[in-house]
């Protein structure tokens, strides 16, 4: 089995009742590991751990990462951390740009500081595509960045930067994993901040129009769940010096248009409803701190990790149709 190394650990899972943090929580206990989750619940959900609440091997606890005798804590007697929690989107990072600070910065330096004080062994942390800012080279490659756009993109490479020196200050072990356009199962599809595709699928359901943001020729490299729970176990697990404290794209490697996406959604849900075929999209204007086009290189992940993506994009937007037509049908 792989990441049996892993069985009988104790790993803290902050953000743990949110999209990501809640299918790690589920992946680390099939793999019989023992599971802290950490979450004050302002983007997560009591619903998405209620399946663990009554396990074993699952303890959690509703804190705040911007209280570091929370993070303490937490981190007490903990063999790892994924670090999850954070304030997502560019959008709220513009509108709030102080409470994401405290969040993604302070919080962060909070969690880095409780690892350290409690001997943690290994931290793993979300990083983000929009560290590469206005660069407009394809693909994107770790060492190459560009200037930010977004109050959040600065949040994000804070924290690479923290990461760096908490392993050069304090000997600390980081692996940073910059996540692109992460979809799935439990991706909540309401809110102001809904990300794109769980948005777009519940307007399809309800035959409204989905609003694409701009002429829909901006492209992503949308990537499934269970390439990112990939990613995350094998952060943990790497026994290689070489792949410790670095930063890696996590991603499919591959880019989708948002026309293309539109049309993909089209056809997996018609197959439930044949209206869905015939919903127009309409246009809308770009948003601000916006990049035109993103896709990884993943050649790093998988000299150094051994990543090989599970799910392309279409592989990965089905099992997600399937999930939210079972999850949000009428």
């Avoid at 990083?127 to 960045?145: H, N, R």
């Avoid at 940073?176 to 901040?193: S, T």
């Avoid at 990790?305 to 037509?325: D, M, R």
Wanted: overall charge positive; some cysteine.
């Amino acid at each position: 089995m792989m990441f049996k190394n892993l069985k009988n650990k104790t790993v803290l899972v902050t953000g743990g009742a949110g999209f990501i943090g809640s299918n790690l929580c589920e992946a680390l206990l099939k793999l019989d590991v023992k599971v802290r989750c950490l979450d004050n619940l302002a983007t997560g959900f009591m619903h998405n751990i209620q399946p663990f609440l009554n396990h074993k091997n699952f303890q959690f606890i509703e804190a705040d990462i911007r209280n570091l005798e929370a993070c303490q804590k937490a981190c007490h007697q903990v063999d790892c951390v994924l670090h999850q929690a954070a304030l997502g989107s560019v959008p709220r990072s513009i509108k709030d740009p102080i409470t994401t600070n405290a969040v993604n910065v302070d919080g962060f330096l909070n969690m880095l500081i409780a690892s350290r004080d409690q001997q943690v062994k290994r931290f793993v942390y979300a990083a983000s595509s929009s560290t590469y800012g206005d660069s407009i080279k394809l693909p994107k490659k770790e060492d190459e960045i560009g200037a930010p756009l977004s109050p959040y993109a600065i949040t994000k490479y804070v924290n690479e930067l923290y990461a760096t020196i908490f392993k050069s200050s304090f000997n600390l072990d980081t692996i940073g994993l910059r996540y692109f356009n992460v979809f799935g199962r439990k991706q909540d599809p309401n809110g102001a901040y809904a990300a794109v595709i769980p948005k777009f699928v519940i307007q399809l359901m309800n035959h409204e129009a989905p609003v694409i943001n701009g002429d829909g020729s901006n492209s992503r490299d949308f990537t499934y769940i269970d390439n990112v729970i990939r990613m995350n176990l094998l952060a943990l697990t790497t026994k290689t010096e070489s792949a410790l404290n670095q930063i890696y794209n996590t991603a499919v490697g591959d880019r989708t248009t948002l026309v293309q996406l539109v049309h993909s959604l089209k056809k997996y849900l018609s197959k439930f409803d044949p209206a869905i075929a015939n919903v127009k999209e309409i246009h809308g204007p770009n948003r601000l701190g916006d990049i035109p086009h993103s896709q990884a290189s993943i050649d790093k992940a998988v000299k150094l990790l051994n990543y090989k993506p599970t799910h392309n994009f279409e592989s990965g937007l089905k099992n997600a149709v399937e999930w939210y037509w079972e999850q949000f049908k009428s």
